[in-house]
């Protein structure tokens, strides 16, 4: 199909969806008949060396295939004035679909990862309650359980973009700290309204078992909302690095507020005011007051691919593709430039949208070598709009920088460098 039947659904380059198909994918070889069809002559298909003879057996537990090995979280290096302090983050340039892997979910630990035996481990639910309760790992087992599919975002993630000059970074190294998975677990109000609650209690302040002691305040009502205690994710049991065997699960929330390792659950008529909802996960506002207990998570997206450091080896059709989330709602629409943010065009929304998840969004762009900036604009299901960078830091400063949910602008250069820059 020659250039002049694309149609145009943006400025530079952003065409219809329907050019998804078959379209753009000629030149990156043609489609193999396989061995069992024949091959047409003249293609030459010659039966590899794996279709001739049995491959390996079955086993235990699984693996990937190792020719997917370059795929890895991004831990940041060890710091020993901070023993176990640190975080990795999901390769997110080089996932599709709308759930991460469990071995690549990102991770955020303040005193490393507990070992800890689920035999030993005890959860305790007490304060302003009628009845404090004790439960094992096996006495919730035997809970009725939900599955619902939820992102999780560290209120770190992307904060370099709060700095004045934009850093020389991936999608992986800039907004690697959101994940998402299917969460399964014991709907907290099932606990707690077995330990009947107290009319006078407002707060659940829930502690980990980790050598950090971390803590947090969340109010009741938000508790006795979809928060969950989480056990399993994407079908098997929460990984030592998420919380095994037991985390709180707080969705479209700071990831902070998700407690893991969770072993208390005490009911208080005031937050505790813990280390980590007031030296740290606070907002620094211009006027220099600190905005505490800032949960749900902004509405945001990002595309991931083309994206910072990739580069575009030649010129032609490309899917542009990326993740949007609200701790709002679902996501109702994802807007996509190539030109800055002048004019721009709707992406496709993969259509089993869940609230508080990750969306998948895709459109075709055709990159015809000149100079553009690929943007992503989403929009939630309440109608909130993601800010530009611009007007994010003009409103909220950046004394503090967490929470942010500006769009992020990935400049293409003639030679097919990929950029983070501020338009
Ligand atoms: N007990 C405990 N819970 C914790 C943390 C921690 O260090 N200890 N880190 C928090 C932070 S800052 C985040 S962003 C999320 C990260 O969850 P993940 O590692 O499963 O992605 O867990 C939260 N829960
Ligand atoms: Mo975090």
Partial sequence: MSKQELEKVAANGLINRRHLLGLGLAGMGTVASTSLLGADAGLNLEIPGWSKAPGANASGYGSRSRFTDDMQRMAGN????????????????????????????????????????????????HGLVRQPLVFSYEDLLRYPMVSKIYFLECSGNSGSLFGPNPADGSAQSLHGLVSGAEWTGIPLSTLLDEAGVYPEARWINAVGADAASMGRSIPLNRAMDDVMLALFQNGEPVRPGQGYPMRLFVPGCEGNISVKWLTQIKLTREPTHFRDETSKYTDTRLDRKSQQFTFPMGTKSVITAPSGQMKLERQGIYQVTGIAWSGRGSIRRVEVSADGGRTWADAMIDSHQSEKALARFRIPWQWSGGDAVLQSRATDSQGNVQPTRTSLVTEKGNISTYHFHGIQSWAVNTAGDVANVYA
Avoid: C, M, W
Avoid at 82 to 102: D, F, V
């Fill in 78 to 125: 060890p710091n020993p004035l901070y023993p176990g302090g640190g975080s990795s983050r999901s390769p997110l340039h080089q996932l599709h679909g709308s759930i991460t892997p469990n071995s690549l979910h990102f991770e955020r630990h303040h005193a490393g990862i507990p070992d800890i035996d689920p035999a030993q481990h005890k959860l305790v639910i």
